[in-house]
C-alpha cells in the first residue's frame, strides 16, 4: 500500500543520513579501501537522493537514502565501528 510521504520527513531522513555519511567518512579515512569504496558508494547514492528531492521525487529520494544509509553502514562494520 502506497502512504502519503511527508516532504519534511524525507528531508529530516536525508539530514540523518548526511550525518552517518560524515561519521564513516570521518572514522574510514584512508585507513581501508575497501570500506572507503563501500562509502563512495554510499555518498553518491546521497547525492542522487538529494537531486531526486529537489526535483520533487520523493520516493526516489527515500529509496536512495535507504540505500545510502545501508551502504554507509556496511562501510562502517567492515572497519567494526558499526553503529
Same mark, same amino acid.
Given at each position: 500500500? !502506497?502512504?502519503?510521504?511527508?516532504?519534511?520527513?524525507? $528531508?529530516?531522513?536525508?539530514?540523518?543520513?548526511?550525518?552517518?555519511?560524515? $561519521?564513516?567518512?570521518?572514522?574510514?579515512? #584512508?585507513?581501508?579501501?575497501? /570500506?572507503? /569504496?563501500?562509502?563512495?558508494?554510499?555518498?553518491?547514492?546521497?547525492?542522487?537522493?538529494?537531486? #531526486?528531492?529537489?526535483?520533487?521525487?520523493? $520516493?526516489? #529520494?527515500?529509496?536512495?537514502?535507504?540505500? &545510502?544509509? !545501508?551502504? /554507509?553502514?556496511? /562501510?562502517? &562494520?567492515?572497519?567494526?565501528?558499526?553503529?
Amino acid at each position: 500500500m !502506497n502512504r502519503p510521504v511527508d516532504r519534511e520527513t524525507i $528531508r529530516d531522513t536525508l539530514e540523518k543520513t548526511d550525518a552517518l555519511l560524515k $561519521r564513516a567518512d570521518e572514522r574510514i579515512g #584512508s585507513r581501508d579501501a575497501s /570500506a572507503r /569504496a563501500i562509502y563512495n558508494r554510499a555518498a553518491t547514492r546521497q547525492r542522487e537522493a538529494w537531486q #531526486s528531492f529537489e526535483r520533487g521525487e520523493l $520516493r526516489k #529520494s527515500l529509496a536512495l537514502t535507504r540505500v &545510502a544509509r !545501508n551502504l /554507509a553502514r556496511e /562501510a562502517l &562494520a567492515q572497519i567494526n565501528d558499526a553503529d
